[in-house]
């Protein structure tokens, strides 16, 4: 047992990568859907939200952000959220963990080196016409996949994207799953209405036959650049991956058992935050057994009640939450043997 992780489900990969070298990925994409006035919290405005991508790895790679001078971070009462971006940044450091940072489609392109998998970036679901070159993003990012399955033990993938929870709904629904009302969000009150307001449009302006329908046309009417691309990635190769994430990465899953629909989902482990877990407004869990019951899940709890710096404090109250792999990257570097006080007293160095 691992200080600050908790698991869920019977097929643990905790044991099976202890040792192991990872790689982290950061895939990161735009969904225009983002720029609907409340849908997201993932930056300082809805327009801004399209920036918020970029800076994440921007911050990642750089230490500041070079896209914009808005920060994607919540204020209340004057005191500010940092964004998940930290968390990752601080984990990949003291966990020592390489990574990469992969383009699906984003609009604002970040001041970094970046692998890119497509062409262009998704458009507001409610056209019915979300992504329009999904498998090309896929073929490029299951060649990816290959190609870092063959020199890294395992790979940790998460994503940036806002509105990503938004598109996810969309995919779930469109494949047939019961998701409303269900998927997280960055901030504490939940727009679960305008969610699937969004996504009903969308689904009726695509014209298809939803008892009917794959995945590729799933993602291509009410999904964004970050599902097919992960989902790639994961069938790229054949060794052990953990998914940095949570409802998103549910949708991930389901396109996955949509197009192989005897996936072995022991190769697959979630590893998310304890904010998602306990999030009351959604329900991870429940998602996660309609893709496959054994589909496990690791909840890392940073204890940011006992930080020294009150931001953090915010995540208990429901902001932010978890974001660019966040959640995988603390796993990671936990399960590397950092201490959980060393974790969080890194979080906490970075932030101030």
Avoid: W
């Amino acid at each position: 047992m691992i200080e600050g992780i908790t698991t869920f489900g019977p097929e643990s990969l905790l044991d099976k990568i202890k040792g192991f070298e990872p790689v982290f990925l950061c895939v990161i994409g735009t969904t225009e859907t983002s720029k609907i006035e409340n849908i997201s919290g993932a930056g300082a405005s809805a327009e801004l939200t399209e920036y918020t991508p970029a800076a994440d790895v921007e911050l990642m790679v750089h230490g500041k952000v070079l896209c914009t001078d808005k920060m994607a971070e919540t204020v209340v009462d004057g005191i500010a959220a940092p964004t998940p971006a930290v968390l990752t940044k601080a984990s990949l450091e003291i966990g020592d963990i390489p990574f990469v940072i992969v383009d699906a489609g984003s609009k604002i392109k970040p001041n970094v080196g970046a692998m890119n998998l497509g062409t262009d970036y998704g458009r507001d679901i409610r056209t019915g016409k979300g992504v329009l070159n999904p498998l090309e993003i896929f073929e490029n990012a299951r060649e990816l996949g290959r190609e870092l399955d063959s020199r890294h033990d395992y790979l940790v993938i998460g994503e940036s994207i806002a509105a990503g929870t938004t598109t996810a709904l969309g995919v779930l629904k469109a494949l047939g799953y019961s998701a409303d009302g269900k998927v997280s969000g960055s901030m504490p009150t939940n727009p679960h209405e305008l969610k699937l307001e969004t996504v009903n449009e969308g689904l009726k302006n695509s014209g298809l036959d939803l008892d009917n329908i794959d995945a590729f046309q799933a993602i291509g009417a009410v999904g964004d650049p970050i599902i097919p691309a992960v989902a790639g990635l994961v069938l790229g190769g054949n060794g052990p991956i953990i998914l940095a994430g949570a409802t998103q990465m549910v949708a991930v899953c389901a396109v996955i058992k949509a197009i192989e629909p005897n996936f072995d989902f022991s190769r697959i482990n979630l590893a998310t935050t304890i904010y998602v877990a306990k999030d009351e407004s959604a329900d991870l869990f429940d998602l996660a057994s309609q893709v496959d019951e054994d589909l496990t899940i690791h909840v890392v709890n940073p204890e940011f009640e006992k930080s020294s710096y009150e931001g953090l404090k915010l995540y208990l109250n429901g902001f932010a939450k978890e974001g660019a792999g966040a959640g995988g990257a603390m796993f990671t570097a936990l399960n590397r043997g950092v201490s959980l006080e060393d974790l969080r007293g890194k979080i906490e160095k970075l932030c101030e």
